[in-house]
């Protein structure tokens, strides 16, 4: 990445700010976030950060010099090309790694939007392993535990319409997945280092757990409840009012009781201790944010020239995303880090 263009998405940010947005001071800010970029090689056009170990390093994916979609990952500040595709079947996410450092991806052969063959992949010491997967439907990977037990989902054609089903790779159980009808409506979103699967459904999100299933509670008078992520039995996620629509960022904590974050629009990325990315509010910006449980600890405002998200936070207490020129179509990925 060229260090000025991701001077210049902030720049643009803090332009907002000498204009007159009025961003709050954060009342937990022992220190400066502070962005860094993610290098890449010379050529690269786009590229997305999708996942971490949590250890500093991370995954996603980049449009390199070729014009083609690679999986790539950040490694103690070097860049790792996994290549376009696996096979014959192109990579279209990196979705999660494991602290160990293997890397979660996941392939298909169709284009967008991916109604083709699609494969769960696991990438390790430059091997590429493909898992099982179900007769039919179109499966995608979602999460990988330490343990290296996958969750994913698979849409499946009944009649005229798509149902969702629960898919599990379990570690212990090599060459096997298992696939789990569920109840009407619900479809996997997220899965927890213990196996507890994130669902969500028209009429709100839920846990599953070994086969039950507990609607998570909602917020008196919202018009739509909808989840997002879930780490360490915290739950992120928004909801809609309408006359007039407004969104606003939601936390469940462990005490499965939901709270409006203050001063966002919603959320993206959770980490184990509760660390919180997503996007502000109007009055704060309209950028992107980060919260700490429930409280509002940095912001950067939206910019005229680059649509920016931060779509990663790690346990190590850093948070990642990316950025995208509205006016050439380049992006970049960077790193947040509270210094």
């Not at 709050?24 to 502070?34: D, G, I, K, L, N």
């Not at 590429?128 to 999460?143: C, I, N, Q, V, Y």
């Not at 028209?202 to 989840?227: E, S, Y």
């Not at 992006?331 to 880090?337: H, T």
């Amino acid at each position: 990445m060229k260090p000025n263009r991701l001077c210049h998405a902030f720049a643009g940010a803090a332009l907002l700010l000498a204009s007159g947005t009025a961003v709050p001071a954060a009342s937990a800010a022992a220190c400066a976030w502070t962005p860094s970029d993610l290098p890449v090689p010379a050529g690269t056009q786009q590229s997305s950060v999708t996942a971490t170990n949590h250890q500093g390093a991370f995954s996603g994916r980049a449009v390199l010099a070729d014009g083609l979609w690679h999986g790539v990952s950040w490694r103690n500040g070097q860049f790792v090309d996994h290549g376009a595709k696996v096979g014959d079947e192109p990579i279209v996410g990196l979705p999660d790694e494991t602290r160990s450092g293997t890397v979660l991806a996941w392939t298909a052969i169709a284009a967008p939007p991916y109604f083709g063959p699609s494969y769960a992949i696991l990438l390790k010491n430059g091997q590429a392993e493909k898992l099982a997967r179900p007769a039919d439907g179109f499966l995608r990977p979602l999460t990988i535990n330490e343990n290296g037990d996958v969750t994913g989902r698979n849409m499946v054609r009944i009649g005229t319409q798509y149902v969702h089903r629960l898919l599990r790779w379990p570690a212990d159980r090599p060459g096997q997945v298992i696939e789990t009808v569920l109840p009407g409506g619900y479809e996997p979103a997220d899965a927890d280092e213990d196996g507890t699967v994130l669902l969500q459904s028209p009429d709100g999100p839920a846990l599953w757990r070994n086969g039950t299933v507990t609607p998570l509670a909602k917020i008196a008078g919202a018009a739509g409840t909808f989840a997002t992520k879930i780490s360490n039995g915290r739950v992120i996620g928004s909801i809609s009012y309408t006359s007039p629509y407004r969104t606003y960022g939601v936390l469940w904590d462990t005490d499965g009781v939901p709270r409006v974050l203050p001063q966002s629009s919603d959320t993206r990325a959770v980490n184990r201790d509760g660390l919180i990315t997503g996007t502000t509010d109007a009055a704060t910006g309209g950028g992107v944010g980060i919260w700490r449980l429930g409280q509002f600890v940095h912001s950067i405002p939206k910019s005229p020239t680059h649509h920016m998200w931060l779509t990663v936070a790690s346990d190590d207490g850093t948070v990642a995303g990316s950025t995208y020129n509205v006016h050439d179509g380049t992006g970049e990925s960077f790193v947040v880090r509270c210094v």
